[in-house]
């Protein structure tokens, strides 16, 4: 049987000579640049309002009031544009769209009627106690049923310790003014405009991670 | 969306024009026509089988669209510490035009003869401005918006008499008056809503209870911009008077407690 050893046994040496001689090798590598296929624009438009701002601000503390700060929101016309004296449902829309199509959700979740039901809800959050309130102007994806405008609350979350507020308000019968000038008399306005006195009473205590109570008491009285 | 009465097709509509009466608060003075108000033949008056459906699923597809010209500038800015600035501005116009869907299926709306809309331009601003001054706890806040007013309508219940003569016949359902709006959208708006609210806050800390004292006053400018008006147009009557305007100029004061 032939085998690997016997071969190697019966083997001749062999003797080669090798010459090699350096030579300057040139290569040419050519690199292009190519943009790399990434989208660095995007139609969304979004603004953050800070807790720190929604308590600051001289609004009735509730989202509708929000939407009147926010250019590209737009209600519709008439006693939509008057002044919040205490929290109330609008419904909200952006240019150029539909009026009702505003949606307002709540940590992402939406609490709103459907579209052309309203679009909004009566239900009133205590946006000063939120983390903050994210506008969505357009360009909005999935996480709405609209691309825009959409009104995010977001709570406030952390550590196990308990939170909790209390907000009172009061609008003095004296420290209302009146425009009924001769020139609104002149307008043909029927009445004078009756001063609104309003007081509001609004609370909440919740363990910061975990769901609270909460609470709104505001009335407007006079007309 | 479009719904259709499939009891009745575009021919079996009449066509009329009203002249608007002489009014010195109507565009021009009043005294013009109003053309292209449909009433539907008395055989079918009050007769329907309505379809929901889509335009482009009529025949002859009619084309109708709503496009949206504008910009909206927003600026949020922290120029320093405790200095907070937040505003924009939105102007845009938007186009409508349902014309071809109105003259093949007139019943979508027989007396509201502006079906091409495009009233111009509607431009809102809004700012929103807080300080806190340092060692004090002291902030100043303040809010500014102005508004356009809504596009108002002169809706002038045009007695028979008015039609008649253009229609040819009496209205169907032996109606007496019929509702029309003399005004195109964006003829005629409303006051323009301006709005200056102020702050005043005092943050007060009590170890963990942090209380912040309020002192809040709207409409500064104590503006009286009307918000509703009478929109029935009688000539020589209250069209226009105000309904609502701007609350007037109030303070509030506030407390909030949290821990």
């Known amino acids: 049987m032939y085998s690997h050893r016997s071969r190697r046994r019966n083997a001749s040496p062999l003797t080669a000579c090798l010459g090699a001689k350096s030579r300057l090798i040139a290569a040419t590598i050519t690199v292009s640049g190519e943009t790399p296929v990434v989208d660095v624009t995007s139609t969304k438009r979004q603004t953050t309002l800070s807790s720190e701002l929604l308590t600051t601000a001289p609004t009735a503390r509730s989202w509708a009031a929000l939407t009147a700060q926010i250019p590209s929101m737009t209600t519709s016309g008439g006693n939509n544009q008057d002044i919040q004296v205490t929290p109330q449902m609008i419904v909200f829309g952006g240019a150029g769209g539909r009026g009702g199509e505003g949606r307002l959700t709540v940590d992402g979740i939406t609490i709103g009627s459907t579209i052309g039901g309203g679009g909004s809800t009566a239900y009133i959050l205590d946006i000063s106690n939120a983390e903050e309130v994210v506008t969505t102007n357009s360009g909005g994806l999935g996480e709405s049923e609209v691309n825009g405008p959409s009104l995010n609350v977001v709570p406030r979350t952390g550590g196990n310790s308990f939170k909790g507020s209390a907000y009172l308000s009061g609008v003095p019968p004296g420290w209302v003014g009146s425009n009924y000038t001769r020139c609104t008399q002149g307008r043909g306005t029927p009445h004078a405009r009756g001063a609104h006195q309003a007081m509001g009473l609004r609370y909440g205590v919740r363990r910061a991670d975990q769901a609270g109570v909460d609470g709104v008491s505001d009335r407007a009285i006079g007309a | ?259």
């Open chain 2, 1 to 259: 969306m479009v719904t259709d009465n499939l009891v009745v097709t575009n021919a079996d509509f009449g066509q009329f024009s009203v002249v608007a009466p002489v009014d010195r608060r109507l565009p021009g003075g009043g005294g013009y026509p109003v053309a292209g108000l449909y009433d539907v033949n008395p055989a079918f008056g009050g007769q329907s089988n309505t379809l929901a459906t889509f335009a482009d699923l009529l025949p002859t597809a009619p084309l109708q669209y709503q496009r949206y010209n504008g910009f909206t500038l927003d600026v949020s800015a922290r120029p320093r510490n405790g200095l907070l600035f937040q505003g924009g501005i939105n102007s845009g116009k938007t186009v409508t035009d349902n014309c071809a869907v109105r003259t093949l299926v007139p019943e979508i709306s027989p007396l509201n003869p502006y079906c091409h809309s495009e009233p111009g331009f509607l431009t809102r601003w809004t700012g929103l401005m807080s300080y806190t001054i340092p060692r004090v706890d002291i902030s100043i806040s303040g809010t500014i918006r102005s508004d356009q007013g809504a596009a108002l309508q002169a809706n002038w219940s045009a007695p028979l008499s008015a039609i008649a003569p253009s229609l040819g016949r009496v209205l169907s359902a032996n109606q007496q008056f019929a509702s029309i709006n003399l005004i195109a959208p964006g003829d005629v708006w409303g006051d323009r809503v301006n709005e200056l609210d102020l702050r005043v806050g005092k943050v007060l800390r009590f170890g963990r209870v942090r209380t912040t004292v309020g002192f809040d006053v709207y409409n500064v400018l104590n503006s009286a911009a009307v918000l509703t008006y009478n929109q029935a147009f009688v000539p020589g009557g209250a069209w226009l008077a105000p309904l609502s305007v701007l609350t007037p100029r109030f303070a509030k004061i506030g407390v909030q407690v949290g821990f």
